[in-house]
């Protein structure tokens, strides 16, 4: 697969066979995988990179390959748009891709922090010099600290269910006591969606245990759940004057469902990052996977993000209109959103620059102080991240 050459022809799609260049796009897919210091990492590229943009990688939970975790979202409609924009690099973490070989007995799963070093290799592998994240459970957390240990190679990160810390030995012990009389397909279901949606989504829950049990290796799972657990803490804290604290430095989207079991963890991880670059997006009715309960919703918000990083300035907002109707809420939540996002023409003008980026922080600085109208608080003295329901 390595050896397939892909020729685009600029000209020819854009002028004369309008609409043909989404159909190549579409076909523009090959698997790699990426030899590392601790095995085979399988990636799969759609799409052309273009350019000095960045390339949207994708990280998924335990449990999931990169299809099961993301085909929903980056398949639904309202995504084209985005895949029409840029190249989208999905990496599965190692054995957990469809057809893969069982580990040795002396292999040595690799740690979250190691998981994360081989993302360097993918990007070199590739050809990228940068990336927009967007991961999922413990996919949030190895982009999260790639982005803490390699900077200059993230842009952005979107980070739905993220957990910022260890696992506490309550939780441990919890586990290990629950692990001698439950089959660890359940544990995984447990950790991937709420108990009202275990109870109420039969259907949904049906699909993803009948994947877990029929369609990953066990064995290989087995040991990424375990190197998850074993997690240390990310060590982050909220920047202070005075204080050089570690946190992330580009703008970053956390997500989370309001049934979802990550909802304490994700506003905690929100609380140790830099007000003036994060905002917090909580999604009503919605379960522990955002991008598959409510695709267009996150499409819709990624398309925000990915304009206050100062790309699409002119990007259609098809669904916000859609549902106007049908949440009046919502839609003021994410209007007030853009309204302080860096989509007017001035930032149109200067989009894809370094000003321009260097723009759109200071104006997330400035959104940072309206948080309190989008959740109904009161303004606070110290700055607050945005937090968007919708």
């Not at 106007?324 to 919502?330: E, K, P, V």
Request: charged share 20%; proline share 5%.
């Amino acid at each position: 697969m390595d050896d397939i050459q892909v020729e685009t022809k600029h000209l020819l799609v854009d002028r004369e066979l309008p609409g043909l260049r989404e159909a190549v796009q579409q076909l523009a897919m090959v698997e790699h995988d990426v030899e590392t210091p601790y095995g085979r990492i399988h990636c799969t590229m759609k799409g052309v990179p273009k350019g000095e943009r960045p390339v949207i990688l994708t990280f998924h939970d335990i449990g999931l390959n990169h299809k099961t975790c993301w085909n929903t979202l980056f398949n639904h409609e309202d995504m084209s748009e985005i895949m029409h924009h840029f190249a989208v690099c999905h990496v599965d973490a190692p054995g957990q891709h469809e057809g893969a070989n069982t580990f040795s007995t002396g292999y040595e799963y690799p740690s979250m922090d190691q998981v994360s070093e081989t993302l360097p290799l993918v990007l070199k592998h590739f050809g990228l010099k940068s990336v927009i994240g967007m991961g999922f459970g413990a996919g949030a957390y190895i982009l999260t600290r790639f982005t803490l240990d390699y900077p200059n190679m993230v842009e952005g990160l979107v980070l739905i269910n993220i957990n910022p810390c260890a696992e506490g030995w309550m939780n441990w012990a919890a586990h290990k006591i629950s692990g001698w009389t439950h089959a660890e397909p359940d544990m995984i279901i447990s950790h991937l969606f709420g108990k009202e949606e275990i109870h109420n989504n039969q259907d949904l829950i049906g699909t993803y245990r009948h994947h877990i049990v029929n369609d990953m290796n066990p064995y290989n799972l087995h040991l990424f759940v375990k190197s998850y657990e074993s997690r240390r803490d990310l060590e982050i804290e909220r920047p202070a004057p005075g204080y050089n604290n570690r946190t992330l430095k580009c703008p970053s989207l956390l997500v989370v469902g309001d049934s979802s079991p990550a909802v304490e963890a994700v506003v905690e991880c929100n609380t140790k990052l830099d007000p003036t670059k994060t905002t917090l997006l909580k999604m009503a009715d919605c379960g522990g996977m955002p991008q598959v309960d409510q695709p267009g919703k996150l499409t819709e918000a990624f398309k925000y993000f990915i304009q206050g990083m100062g790309y699409m300035p002119a990007a259609s907002m098809t669904r916000l209109v859609r549902s106007r109707t049908a949440s009046g809420s919502s839609v003021t939540s994410f209007e007030g959103n853009r309204s302080r996002s860096h989509t007017t023409e001035g930032n149109r003008s200067r989009s894809h620059t370094n000003e321009g980026r260097n723009r759109s922080a200071d104006g997330q600085r400035g959104r940072s102080h309206t948080a309190g109208s989008m959740d109904g608080t009161a303004d606070q003295p110290v700055p607050k991240s945005a937090e968007v329901s919708c």
